[in-house]
C-alpha cells in the first residue's frame, strides 16, 4: 500500500502521517519525487488504516500494491533513482562504465589496468578478490590482499571501485576496501546476504540469478531495499538456455522491462552474458541502445596468457577504449550522458529512506 501526499504538504505533515503509520505496527518509507511525495506502506496494515488516511486533507491517494515487491516498484517510487558515489552519477541520463579483470592478480596488473580504464573514460574499476568459482579446483582469489591493492589502483586514478562479496560476514570488510558491492548470480537468492547489505548504506550492484524471473530479481532486490539500504543497482548478465555457443544468454529485453517495472538504475554485463570477446563489443553497444544505465565489462592487459580467469570474455585494453568511443556516439542518440569522474565528494545519495 502506498499513501500519495498532495503537492504543498509540509515536511511536518508528512512527518505526521508517518508517525500515524508506524504506531500501527507497520514500517513507513518515504520517497519523494518531482511532484508529490509517497509514503509506502511494508507489513500486514489494517484495512481501517487505508480509512483513516484517506481521511486525512494532506492525503491525496492510497493505493493498494499487488506486486510482491514494494520498494523497489515504480508504484512506489516514479522517478528513475540516481545513487551518486563520489561525484559520479549512476542511473537516470548517466551512463557509466565499470572495466578491469575478473580477479585481482597482482599489484602491478591492478594498477596498470586501472590506468588503462581511466584513460578511456570509464569510471569504475572491477576486480575479484574473492570469486565464487563453478569449479572447487578453480582459481578462487587473493582475498583482502586483493581489496587493498584495488582501493589503492583506485584512488591513484580517481577511480571508484567495485568488488563482489560472497558472504554476510565479509560484508564489512568489502566496504571497507571498495565503494559498490557486487552480489554474484548464485548469490542472487542469499538471503541471510541480502539483510545483511541492506543494513549498511554502501551501493550494491545486485546480478540477475542466471534462472531468474524478472519478479524473482526485483524480489532479491527488495530484501536489501526493505533493509534500509536505497543504493540498489540491478545487473542483466546473462541467463541460462538452451543455446551453448555462447556462456550465457544475454537477455536486452531485461533493461527496457526492468526501467518499466523498477525506478533502480539497470547495468549490463555484455562479458558474462555472452563469454565470447568477440561479443562483447556488439552487445555493449545493444545495450545502451536498448537504455542501460551502464555496462560493466571485464579488460585484462594479457587475457589469454596470464588471466587467472575469464580470459576468453576479457577484452584487450584497445577494444575497450575503442568500444567507449564507440558508446559516446551511442550515448548521445538515446539521450544519455557520458560522464567521467569529477572532484570527489564523500557522498551517497538516493531517494531518501525515513
Known sequence: MIVITKPDVTEDKIQEIVQHIERTGVQAHVSRGTDRTVIGIIGKADPALAEHLRSMKQVENVIKISKSYKLASRDFHPDDTVIEIKGVKIGGPNLVVMGGPCAVESPEQIDEIARLVKAAGGQVLRGGAFKPRTGPYSFQGIGVEGLTMMAEAGKKHGLLTITEVMTPEYVDVCAEYADILQVGTRNMQNFDLLRRLGTIKTPVLLKRGFSATYDEFLNAAEYILAGGNPNVMLCERGIRTFETYTRNTLDLAAIPVLQSLSHLPVISDPSHGTGRRELVEPMAKASVAAGANGLIVEMHTDPDNSATGDGVQSLF????????K??????????????TNKEPKEKFVAWKVV
Not at 564507440?326 to 560522464?339: C, H, M, Q, S, W
Open 317 to 324: 585494453p584497445d577494444q575497450f577504449a575503442a568500444l567507449l
Open 326 to 339: 564507440d558508446l559516446e556516439v551511442i550515448a548521445r542518440v538515446v539521450g544519455k550522458t557520458f560522464e
